[in-house]
């Protein structure tokens, strides 16, 4: 309901979420934003030609825009996460692209949804699956980490365990992580990923050492 309310009516659990002080300063500035929908259709109205020329107004509500996403998409989101996977922890983990063992059937994710993935985690790690897994030639399961929803399993790698194997990189190492041709798949839901990543989907590349070493397995799936 917060998020649905009208740009003229403030989002209570801003002042829950924001530093006090902080929280003053954006009441003094007139920046405390309304619903985030709302904020949002505004500022495609604003943008839209010959419905506003004033600059200020406009900078005014791109931070409008950066407070609501900020707090609600970010923060929220984080510490949502917290309560339903998992806090963060200090460790030591694995980056780079050695993370992607062609022993194992590599399921990359991209993204930032981590509640998606922490269900495909579980689903790995069943012993139904593990079974499937052999069956195919391989010794398991593993998620591949790969843009802003990799960085954040990293950072929970209690709560997932063995079934992950690391973070690949950010986005714009995505499509050199596929080329690889040691994906088996991909999960993705919404951004971070790239439109043209789609064309990898069945193909097998002639780099692929995963393919060499389990000639059992079929192509990537998408």
Do not use: I
């Given at each position: 309901m917060d998020l649905l309310r009208d740009s003229?009516?403030?989002?209570?659990?801003?002042?829950?979420?924001?530093?006090e002080?902080?929280?003053s300063l954006w009441e003094k500035l007139g920046i405390v934003p309304g619903g985030a929908k709302s904020e949002i259709l505004d500022g495609i109205v604003k943008t839209s030609t010959n419905l506003s020329s004033d600059c200020t107004d406009m900078l005014l509500h791109c931070l409008r825009l950066g407070i609501s996403t900020g707090m609600y998409g970010l923060l929220l989101t984080n510490l949502i996460n917290d309560i339903l996977i998992g806090q963060p922890a200090i460790h030591r983990g694995e980056s780079g692209f050695h993370v992607i063992n062609p022993d194992y059937i590599n399921i990359m994710v991209t993204g930032h949804q981590e509640s998606l993935y922490r269900s495909l985690a579980r689903k790995m790690e069943s012993s139904d699956m593990r079974l499937k897994a052999v069956q195919a030639g391989a010794k398991g399961f593993r998620i591949i980490g790969c843009t802003c929803v990799g960085q954040d399993m990293q950072s929970r790698q209690n709560s997932y365990g063995q079934v992950y194997a690391g973070h690949v990189g950010n986005n714009f190492v995505s499509e050199a992580a596929l080329a690889t041709g040691a994906v088996d798949g991909v999960v993705s839901e919404f951004n971070c990923t790239f439109p043209g990543s789609r064309k990898?989907?069945?193909r097998r590349t002639s780099v692929s050492y995963?393919?060499?070493?389990?000639?059992?397995?079929?192509?990537?799936?998408?």
């Open positions: 003229d009516e403030p989002m209570e659990l801003l002042k829950k979420l924001a530093l002080k902080r929280y990898y989907a069945g995963a393919w060499t070493r389990w000639p059992r397995r079929k192509g990537p799936c998408w």
